[in-house]
């Protein structure tokens, strides 16, 4: 069983930057995708961000130029690098993986962290 377990969330200044982390362990089978989602109270669960076995990546509009995500498939960990962080960034991010399909959505992973939050103030 895959075990995704998220760390490098905290509270940053507007305009700031974080970087996110994603630890997988405890699996054997290939991982054909790795992506980001996050939730705050307020809206519904958005993809953030999505990384093949490839490299090829997809991202949300409102996060594009600005996000960027990455893996080191030696160390099988994900990253989720935050620059130019804005207030409306702040939610509660979930690393997901998925065995056979890719491509950004917000919900139909197989694999999912529990979270790591990142709050963003004026």
């Known amino acids: 069983q895959v075990q995704l377990k998220e760390s490098g969330g905290g509270s940053v200044q507007a305009g700031g930057s974080l970087r996110l982390s994603c630890a997988a362990t405890?699996?054997?089978?290939?991982?054909?995708?790795m992506g980001w989602t996050r939730q705050s109270p307020d809206k519904a669960r958005e993809g953030v961000a999505t990384i093949d076995s490839d490299g090829s990546t997809s991202y949300a509009d409102s996060v594009k130029g600005r996000f960027t995500i990455s893996k080191d498939n030696a160390k099988n960990t994900l990253y989720l690098q935050m620059d130019n962080l804005k207030p409306e960034d702040t939610a509660m991010y979930y690393c997901a993986a998925d065995q056979s399909r890719c491509g950004l959505r917000a919900w139909a992973y197989e694999y999912w962290g529990q979270g790591t939050q990142v709050t963003v103030s004026s």
């Open positions: 405890g699996y054997s089978v290939k991982i054909d995708c």
